[in-house]
């Protein structure tokens, strides 16, 4: 069966630090595969989104950059945190058919 | 571009009792529609999708109706429990360049009182 990995779960980071999320998904092969940010409230805000091996497409201009070294790992970086990047980051993926799997998602909180 | 409007954005209901949230879209082109079930602290899980071939689709105690020439589509569930507590979001996407990428709405938060 297939499933999303995704990690940390939580982060603590100072303002102006660097910052690695990533994200595997297994069981399934040449998936779709998305980074959400769900800021206070509830609204899911894509990020990037990925078709292939170094394929990026960006959403949101913005101070995060995301990767795609291998065909199910997916990393979402940011050089230098701002304060406003503080979030609920979410990973999915899809088989162009339809329908996420989300991951657990990562609080992260720059302070 | 698609745009999803959601409804109620609090929805509070008694254990037993029914719930109904409602979402429309804009985009006739839209042709999946999922919905999505958020616990606290966690992803979404999708629970239940209808796609515009269909009316109507039922799962035990949920069931999404679509109404294309209105361009609107309900999740409907039935005996609610306190388990069922949670923020609700739709979507709406059409398939394009090999990915679905979903618009969702902003989201229902569901309060089933025991």
């Known amino acids: 069966s297939q499933t999303i990995h995704q990690w940390p779960a939580t982060l603590v980071q100072p303002v102006g630090s660097p910052l690695s999320l990533e994200c595997t998904v297994e069981g399934t092969s040449n998936p779709n595969l998305y980074w959400y940010r769900q800021a206070a409230g509830r609204g899911l805000q894509l990020l990037f989104y990925s078709v292939g091996i170094g394929q990026i497409s960006s959403e949101v201009p913005q101070n995060l950059s995301a990767s795609r070294p291998q065909d199910r790992q997916f990393i979402l970086s940011s050089k230098k945190l701002l304060l406003s990047d503080s979030g609920f980051y979410l990973c999915?993926?899809?088989?162009?058919?339809?329908?996420?799997?989300f991951g657990s998602g990562t609080r992260l909180t720059v302070v | 571009g698609e745009n999803v409007e959601q409804h109620p954005s609090t929805l509070s209901v008694q254990e037993g009792d029914s719930a109904v949230i409602k979402c429309t879209y804009s985009d006739s082109a839209s042709n999946y529609f999922p919905w999505y079930k958020q616990e606290l602290g966690k992803g979404p899980q999708l629970i239940i999708d209808?796609?515009?071939?269909?009316g109507e689709k039922k799962d035990q105690r949920i069931a999404v109706t679509l109404n294309k020439t209105a361009k609107h589509f309900s999740l409907h569930i039935t005996e609610t429990q306190p388990e069922d507590s949670a923020v609700y979001f739709c979507a709406a996407s059409k398939g394009s360049g090999g990915s679905y990428i979903p618009t969702f709405g902003r989201g229902t938060s569901l309060i089933v009182h025991p």
């Open positions: 999915a993926w899809e088989r162009g058919v339809g329908g996420y799997t």
């Open positions: 209808i796609r515009s071939n269909v």
